[in-house]
């Protein structure tokens, strides 16, 4: 059965994620290995149309496809430009170094394992965070 609804969350790296049907119902189960299109363009609030079947934990989708391209959105993804400075090597002629404050490194370590992992808990992000911040005062990365 074809079926059309909006993509609710993918995550590329796990390879799966959620479609809420547009006809209402049980939010379907999506995998990597079910798309049609390249995976970089299953994103949250597209939409989509598949075929639904039940899998042994519920509804699941197969021959998941885009149904249309936004107009601003080229054919061929480019491969993804850096973030917000992430991946950024900056000037390679300029040899200065920004040393963060402790509370600036642990605010913008905060972020970015937020970014990279939503479903970490207070408890683990604590935990890690803890850890990160006293092998960066061991090298000298962060003042204090």
């Known amino acids: 059965m074809l079926s059309v609804g909006r993509i609710l969350r993918f995550d590329e790296v796990r390879g799966y994620g959620f479609i ?3 006809d209402g119902g049980e939010d379907v ?4 290995n079910d798309l049609v299109n390249d995976k970089c363009l299953y994103q949250a609030g597209r939409e989509v149309e598949f075929r ?4 042994d934990k519920g509804p699941k989708a197969s021959a998941i496809r885009l149904v249309r391209r936004p107009a601003d959105e ?8 850096p973030r917000d ?5 900056g000037d390679p002629d300029d040899d200065t170094l920004d040393v963060l ?4 490194f642990r ?11 939503a479903t970490l808990t207070t408890a683990q992000l604590k935990r890690v965070r803890i850890r990160v911040a006293e092998l960066a005062r061991s090298h000298g990365w962060v003042e204090g």
Do not use: Q
Request: without cysteine.
């Open 20 to 22: 809420v049907p547009s």
């Open 29 to 32: 189960f999506m995998h990597a």
């Open 52 to 55: 639904l079947e039940m899998g």
């Open 74 to 81: 080229p054919a061929h993804p480019s491969p993804k430009a």
């Open 85 to 89: 400075g992430i991946g950024d090597l």
């Open 101 to 104: 404050t402790d509370g600036e």
């Open 107 to 117: 605010t913008e370590l905060t972020e970015a394992l937020i970014e990279a992992d």
